[in-house]
């Protein structure tokens, strides 16, 4: 049943944006021209293609990223059950985040927060 | 009052019930229902809220905003949107043009999605999900992909600065955001949206959780790529972000979902912190669902506070406060919730 819900909900979603787009498209006027193609660059003409290899700092911090969204996962079941379990649950958990911080810590030191 | 809405949807499902078909199509004959009206709702609250916006960064700015089109410039958004729907949709020759259009038509899915958990009022949720808050978290966050695809796709320096820029800066501000939440469901020891609300029946969380409340907040208007967070579209210095190339319809789409995500970031505030549609001082003789649009109003009208005073922050700035300072500070903010929920237990609360 929850599964039908978001299937739904995506569904009309998606329809919803084919639809506006699909009412401009019958009724929007149809120029064309080779300038009007161009892409946009304050002006002067177009200079290169911008597919290009683009800096790694953002790299850094999807990784950083990717290892505390991970973390929140585990986090998640552990809070839900937070009250039922007992001390034993919540100190493994402090050292669970307490070995994170250390990474968070080490990534600051070496300097991967840093905006360079 | 109070249960117009429920009594509507029951009716509904009756005069559905009457017809004899499977209890499936019967089901997803209502939940189509529901979706239409959501629909309705967000659209609807989307054009008020561009109107509200201009009027409020008029006031604020000693002007009046839009005041010509209708009654106080009421239709001015009106005639905005079909303006937009009018205009061309340029496709830019050197774009990939499969990707160009399928970001507009996907972008405003997620919001959308989110809205099925959303607790309106008493038993108001469309699907009461068992797994709500994890759902809004996960769901949202497919956001920062669509932007991405509009970034990448359009072929344009500028789109390409400002989808790289809403990646970092989403995915670096969405970590405080869910690890704020983390302290509510602590307390509440549940991820149903209506039986966190529930909870709150004698204390609301932004009391319990103050710290939670502004690290939610700032990483909201993180989310959602508004000053002093909208390095991603900022005008000076990058044209309009991911959206630069598009024109008409397509920058109409992405307006909108902006504005539902800042609905949605407010009635997610309003129902993990505020109380959602509990009435304060006992005032029951508004319903629920009014006291809960009461409250998003109070949170969009903060936004639109911070949109029209703040300047924006730099970029390093920007990713330097969401990791050394909003990562620390909610992993903090876990740590005393816990120990501060032991200690409670251990003195017999």
Same mark, same amino acid.
């Given at each position: 049943?929850?599964?039908?819900? %978001?299937?739904?909900?995506?569904?009309?979603?998606?329809?919803?944006?084919? #639809?506006?787009?699909? %009412?401009?498209?019958?009724?929007?006027?149809?120029?064309?021209?080779? %300038?009007?193609?161009?892409?946009?660059?304050? #002006?002067?003409?177009?200079?290169?293609?911008?597919?290009?290899?683009?800096?790694?700092?953002?790299? %850094?911090?999807?990784?950083?990223?990717?290892?505390?969204?991970?973390?929140?996962?585990?986090?998640?079941?552990?809070?839900?059950?937070?009250?039922?379990?007992?001390?034993?649950?919540?100190?493994?958990?402090?050292?669970?985040?307490?070995?994170?911080?250390?990474?968070?810590?080490?990534?600051?030191?070496?300097?991967?927060?840093?905006?360079? | 009052?109070?249960?117009?809405?429920?009594?509507?949807?029951?009716?509904?499902?009756?005069?559905?019930? +009457?017809?004899?078909?499977?209890? =499936?199509?019967?089901?997803?004959?209502?939940?189509? +229902?529901?979706?239409?009206?959501?629909?309705?709702?967000?659209?609807?609250?989307?054009?008020?809220?561009?109107?509200?916006?201009?009027?409020?960064?008029?006031?604020?700015?000693?002007?009046?905003?839009?005041?010509?089109?209708?009654?106080?410039? =009421?239709?001015?958004?009106?005639?905005?949107?079909?303006?937009?729907?009018?205009?061309?949709?340029?496709?830019?020759?050197?774009?990939?043009?499969?990707?160009?259009?399928? /970001?507009?038509?996907?972008?405003?899915?997620?919001?959308?999605?989110?809205?099925?958990?959303?607790?309106?009022?008493?038993?108001?949720? @469309?699907?009461?999900?068992?797994?709500?808050?994890?759902?809004?978290?996960?769901? @949202?966050?497919?956001?920062?992909?669509?932007?991405?695809?509009?970034?990448?796709?359009?072929?344009?320096?500028?789109?390409?600065?400002?989808?790289?820029? &809403?990646?970092?800066?989403?995915?670096?501000?969405?970590?405080?955001?869910?690890?704020?939440?983390?302290?509510?469901?602590?307390?509440?020891?549940?991820?149903?949206?209506?039986?966190? &609300?529930?909870?709150?029946?004698?204390?609301?969380?932004?009391?319990?959780?103050?710290?939670?409340?502004?690290?939610?907040?700032?990483?909201?208007? /993180?989310?959602?790529?508004?000053?002093?967070?909208?390095?991603?579209?900022?005008?000076?210095?990058?044209?309009?972000?991911?959206?630069?190339?598009?024109?008409?319809?397509?920058?109409?789409?992405?307006?909108?979902?902006?504005?539902?995500?800042?609905?949605?970031?407010?009635?997610?505030?309003?129902?993990?912190?505020?109380?959602?549609?509990?009435?304060?001082?006992?005032?029951?003789?508004?319903?629920?669902? /009014?006291?809960?649009?009461?409250? +998003?109003?109070?949170?969009?009208? =903060?936004?639109?506070?911070?949109?029209?005073?703040?300047?924006? +922050?730099?970029?390093?700035?920007?990713?330097?406060?969401?990791?050394?300072?909003?990562?620390?500070?909610?992993?903090?903010?876990?740590?005393?919730?816990?120990?501060?929920?032991?200690?409670?237990?251990?003195?017999?609360?």
């Amino acid at each position: 049943m929850t599964g039908m819900a %978001v299937f739904i909900f995506l569904m009309t979603g998606i329809i919803f944006g084919i #639809g506006g787009l699909a %009412v401009s498209f019958l009724i929007h006027p149809r120029r064309k021209s080779a %300038v009007k193609g161009e892409t946009y660059e304050c #002006g002067p003409p177009t200079q290169g293609p911008a597919w290009v290899r683009f800096r790694a700092q953002y790299f %850094v911090y999807a990784l950083l990223f990717v290892i505390f969204d991970v973390e929140t996962i585990y986090l998640y079941p552990w809070a839900v059950k937070f009250n039922k379990l007992g001390m034993f649950a919540f100190i493994e958990m402090i050292i669970f985040i307490f070995i994170l911080v250390v990474g968070l810590w080490y990534a600051w030191k070496k300097g991967a927060l840093e905006w360079r | 009052m109070e249960n117009i809405f429920v009594n509507i949807s029951g009716s509904i499902r009756e005069l559905i019930g +009457v017809l004899g078909l499977p209890p =499936l199509f019967n089901e997803a004959v209502m939940i189509t +229902v529901k979706v239409t009206g959501i629909l309705l709702f967000i659209v609807l609250n989307a054009l008020w809220l561009v109107y509200m916006e201009r009027k409020v960064a008029g006031y604020i700015q000693c002007r009046y905003g839009p005041n010509r089109v209708g009654p106080k410039g =009421l239709l001015q958004t009106a005639a905005d949107i079909s303006k937009l729907i009018s205009k061309e949709i340029i496709i830019p020759s050197g774009a990939d043009k499969i990707l160009f259009l399928l /970001a507009p038509v996907l972008i405003f899915t997620p919001p959308l999605m989110v809205f099925m958990v959303v607790p309106f009022g008493q038993n108001m949720a @469309a699907v009461d999900l068992n797994i709500g808050v994890f759902y809004f978290l996960a769901v @949202a966050s497919l956001s920062t992909v669509i932007f991405w695809i509009a970034g990448w796709a359009s072929n344009n320096k500028y789109s390409l600065l400002g989808g790289m820029r &809403v990646v970092a800066q989403m995915i670096s501000y969405e970590l405080p955001m869910v690890l704020a939440v983390l302290g509510v469901v602590m307390i509440t020891g549940t991820l149903n949206m209506s039986d966190i &609300v529930r909870a709150q029946e004698n204390l609301w969380f932004i009391f319990a959780q103050p710290v939670a409340f502004l690290i939610y907040f700032i990483a909201g208007v /993180a989310e959602c790529n508004r000053v002093p967070f909208d390095l991603t579209e900022g005008e000076s210095e990058i044209v309009a972000g991911p959206f630069t190339e598009y024109s008409g319809m397509g920058f109409a789409l992405f307006f909108l979902a902006e504005y539902t995500n800042v609905m949605l970031v407010s009635f997610m505030a309003a129902t993990l912190f505020l109380g959602g549609w509990l009435a304060p001082f006992g005032l029951t003789i508004i319903p629920g669902w /009014a006291w809960m649009l009461i409250k +998003v109003y109070i949170m969009i009208f =903060l936004f639109m506070w911070l949109r029209w005073t703040y300047p924006r +922050v730099r970029v390093d700035q920007l990713m330097g406060f969401g990791w050394k300072v909003l990562v620390p500070l909610s992993l903090a903010n876990i740590f005393i919730t816990g120990v501060a929920i032991k200690v409670l237990d251990k003195m017999g609360w």
